[in-house]
């Protein structure tokens, strides 16, 4: 069973510092996905990677695919009250039709 | 724009009823998934359908049961409801492995 862990679990932080959360597994992945979801909300697609080491920007995110493709990480610059919300990433691999989600992180940016 | 569409935002249900839950997809996607998301449990998959008439268990699919008689429609179906199948249900569909799009949830309650 290949699983996913993500850290931290929960994060609170002050309008505009920086911050980073982490998905980590020891399985190797074709593809690592990560959405954003609101309260209430169905999880919304921001990126996907698929190239061991592979680095994406998206405005003020960017997210990185660790070289081994087991890993990966999402940077926020500069946060803002609306980048508040849980952050899941997920693995996938080609010759499977699911993906292996973690349990997210729950990210607060305070006014 | 592309669109997971559930048939309803909010459910309210009696213990033994029967309960069905809809999800059209309007991107001709081949995969579609059903899955139920609880505090500190994460999403959990509970069936998913590689093409029409065809679908596969998840991780939880006791006490449910799935029909897929066209492409774009999945159907959950709660055969007979339970308190503890009180839950945010999510529909999503892809393309291929990774990447999916998730419908906005249903909330069900079972009393």
């Known amino acids: 069973t290949q699983l996913l862990e993500q850290s931290p679990q929960f994060l609170s932080i002050q309008e505009g510092e920086n911050l980073t959360v982490y998905c980590n597994s020891s399985?190797?992945?074709?593809?690592l996905q990560w959405y954003r979801q609101e309260p209430g909300e169905g999880p919304v697609l921001l990126v996907t990677?698929?190239?061991?080491?592979e680095v994406k920007k998206l405005k003020r995110l960017t997210f990185q695919f660790g070289d081994a493709r087991k890993d990966s990480s999402l940077h926020i610059t500069a946060a803002q009250p609306g980048d508040t919300g849980l952050y899941l990433c997920a693995g996938a691999n080609t010759n499977a039709g699911k993906s292996t989600f973690g349990d997210g992180t729950t990210l607060t940016v305070k006014p | 724009d592309v669109k997971v569409t559930q048939s309803s935002r909010y459910l309210v249900k009696r213990t033994g009823e029967k309960v069905f839950l809809e999800c059209v997809q309007d991107m001709d996607h081949e995969n579609m998934f059903w899955y139920r998301q609880d505090p500190g449990l994460g999403l959990r998959l509970i069936y998913f359908?590689?093409?029409?008439?065809?679908?596969e268990k998840g991780d939880i699919p006791e006490g449910y049961s799935v029909s897929r008689e066209k492409k774009e429609r999945f159907s959950l179906i709660l055969e007979s409801a339970s308190t503890n199948q009180t839950s945010m249900y999510l529909c999503?569909?892809?393309?291929?492995?990774?990447?999916?799009?998730f419908g906005p949830g249903t909330r069900l309650t079972v009393l």
């Open positions: 399985s190797v992945f074709s593809s």
């Open positions: 359908s590689y093409d029409v008439k065809m679908k």
């Open positions: 999503a569909s892809s393309s291929g492995p990774g990447g999916e799009f």
């Open positions: 990677v698929v190239t061991g080491g």
